[in-house]
């Protein structure tokens, strides 16, 4: 019953996510529709596996690696985009570059090397090789990165965060890829927190501050210890990642992780919880419309 249910969830969630794309001709969103699909098969095998007596880790790491898919996907429009709108109006040049051949070439090869890591319990005698393609695909995603002006925007909370929740991609990428190559298995254990609270947890946190300043008619500027909030879901990334490294550290790293963990959603909730609970200063907005109208406002003229 809790599989049914479960698995319905995801099931509904997706049904709905490709009516809306379907209904507003959204093709630059479809990315979203491959993500979910890819949870829902992530999540049926989880509970099948469940059910046999099988131990559920591809469904886990297939489920992770849709999402960071769809984080560097999602990410190649996003951060670039509001890092240009933010050095614009507080006149920063050089903008960033726009998207290129190496772009595309970056997120193909990326999406190749999450393939690849899926594969890499099965692979034996080839990980060597497959470690040069996940070191390849991360220096390649290292500097389509470099191209959006990550460095110019340490002033602004709402930007960097994002910038670095992006980075968090070619990390585990390199991480996984020094781990095959060497052999060392706590690197490619390190992999999964990288990517799950570094990367995931931190891309949301950011898009949950920006949304909810948008939603309540409010400017795309951080609010009070929005920094802390971050820095805190980057430090339990670290902490994490830090326990498996460093096994004689693991005792204190661990505790320290969830605690930040917590924290930082916890600074969510008190920072930006009383902007939810008041009515908007302009009239609410889908998310959709408010991260259009923002960008509208804001972009230099083309």
């Not at 965060?161 to 991480?175: C, D, E, I, K, V």
């Not at 400017?219 to 498996?244: D, E």
């Amino acid at each position: 019953a809790v599989a049914a249910v479960a698995t319905a969830f995801t099931i509904a969630l997706a049904a709905v996510v490709t009516h809306e794309i379907v209904a507003a001709r959204s093709i630059a969103n479809a990315a979203a529709v491959a993500s979910l699909a890819v949870l829902v098969v992530a999540q049926g095998l989880f509970h099948a596996d469940a059910l046999s007596g099988h131990d559920g880790v591809f469904a886990g790491r297939l489920a992770l690696a849709g999402v960071t898919a769809q984080m560097m996907l999602l990410g190649g429009r996003i951060v670039p985009a509001f890092t240009r709108d933010y050095l614009w109006e507080t006149g920063r040049a050089p903008m960033p570059a726009p998207a290129r051949r190496l772009d595309a070439a970056a997120v193909g090869l990326g999406l190749l090397a999450l393939v690849v890591w899926l594969a890499m319990p099965t692979l034996g005698d080839a990980a060597p090789t497959a470690g040069a393609v996940l070191i390849a695909a991360g220096v390649l995603l290292v500097v389509r990165q470099a191209r959006w002006a990550p460095l110019r925007t340490p002033r602004e909370p709402l930007v960097w965060s994002l910038q670095l929740g992006a980075a968090m991609t070619p990390l585990g990428l390199l991480l996984a890829g020094a781990g095959a190559l060497s052999g060392d298995a706590a690197l490619a254990a390190a992999v999964i927190h990288v990517w799950a609270i570094g990367g995931i947890g931190l891309m949301t946190l950011a898009l949950m501050t920006r949304v909810s300043l948008g939603h309540t008619g409010r400017p795309p500027r951080a609010l009070r210890g929005s920094a802390a909030i971050f820095l805190a879901i980057a430090l339990a990334a670290a902490a994490r990642a830090g326990s498996v490294l460093a096994p004689a550290w693991t005792l204190p790293l661990l505790p320290l992780a969830g605690e930040l963990w917590l924290a930082a959603y916890a600074g969510f909730l008190i920072a930006y919880g009383p902007l939810l609970l008041r009515p908007a200063i302009a009239p609410a907005r889908t998310t959709a419309q408010g991260l259009a109208a923002e960008r509208a406002a804001h972009s230099p003229p083309r």
